[in-house]
């Protein structure tokens, strides 16, 4: 190593993991090497983060191990290619590049012409802001996107019982099919309850959808969807808060409803039935729990 050359580290992100998005971050990383080559510093080591969001700090495993990391001599500098690469939070921006510096590390943004942006708090606040900013109006626009395609009938991505064909069209998979019908047959006729069902479906050997064992909330979620019956609820709930990531969940009467005969594995009565045993063994529990018995 020459004497004297300049040591850096590189900091880079993709959101998702899909293949265009992790070839953005192969690119990013291309990029680093060419620019510390032609630039006559060394590069001592990339932090990449992939399929992490950069609107909040926890599980950015790499960016937090880079900052643990900073203090220890191992580089001088950050390299980040773009402020929304960094951080898309204004505060979390701000204290990251507050505390890299108390560690004796200073972060530089390059732009696509290669040049420092600054390392001015004034400006880079303004930087940091326009990608929170940037940020919040994606989130607006998935939101609408979601709202729109809810109104025009999109069925879920993944659901036990069927294979997703197109936006709006599921077929049903013959075996899981079956094994919805079982759990309702086994909730009101047999009168077991979810944690039974559960263990009896991994006594067949009945797979989950994702595989594992079943769950008593996950035959709930099951047996509580009104899509086995033929009719397709959308707009349950939607993003509050797009920095935290809180969920808002809606009212029943708020739902975007769907007739679907098309879509059903159980009759309309079973399902009817079904939901009134449910609320009629809530009913017996709560009158347990306060001392009476029903």
């Known amino acids: ?31 680093f090497e060419k620019y510390t080559a032609d630039n006559g510093i060394e590069l001592v080591k ?10 909040q700090m926890k599980n950015r495993t790499e960016f937090i191990r880079m900052i643990d990391e900073a203090g220890s001599g191992l580089f001088e500098t950050v390299l980040v290619k773009d402020v929304s690469r960094f951080a898309r939070n204004t505060v979390d921006f701000l204290s990251s590049i507050r505390e890299l510096r108390r560690r004796g590390v200073e972060v530089f943004f390059l732009s696509n012409n290669m040049t420092n942006l600054g390392s ?47 936006l709006t069209r599921l077929e049903a998979e013959p075996r899981e099919a079956e094994a919805v019908r079982d759990m309702y047959r086994m909730y009101t006729e047999l009168g077991w309850g979810c944690g039974k069902i559960a263990r009896e479906l991994d006594r067949r050997g009945i797979a989950a ?36 990531g809180s969920i ?34 809530r009913e017996k529990t709560k009158n347990h729990g306060n001392g009476r018995s029903s």
Not at 266 to 277: D, L, P, V
Request: net charge positive.
């Open 46 to 55: 990339i932090y990449a983060d992939e399929g992490i969001s950069g609107k």
């Open 248 to 281: 808002k969940r809606f009212d029943s009467s708020q739902w975007y409803r769907h007739s679907r005969p098309d879509l059903a594995i159980i009759s309309r009565e079973t399902y009817e039935k079904t939901m009134k045993e449910m609320k009629k063994r």
């Open 120 to 166: 001015s708090e004034f400006v880079l606040t303004i930087f940091g802001a326009a990608a929170q900013e940037e940020s919040a109006n994606i989130s607006k626009r998935i939101k609408f996107g979601k709202d729109v395609n809810a109104r025009k009938g999109r069925v879920p991505n993944v659901v036990y019982g069927y294979k997703r064909v197109s």
């Open 209 to 244: 959808k994702r595989g594992g064992k079943w769950e008593a909330r996950t035959v709930h979620r099951i047996l509580c969807n009104s899509l086995y019956c033929g009719e397709l609820a959308n707009h349950k709930s939607e993003i509050d808060d797009f920095i935290e």
């Open 1 to 31: 190593m020459k004497e004297g050359k300049p040591r850096a580290a590189a900091y880079c992100r993709v959101s998702t993991k899909n293949g265009s998005q992790l070839d953005s971050l192969e690119n990013q990383k291309l990029f």
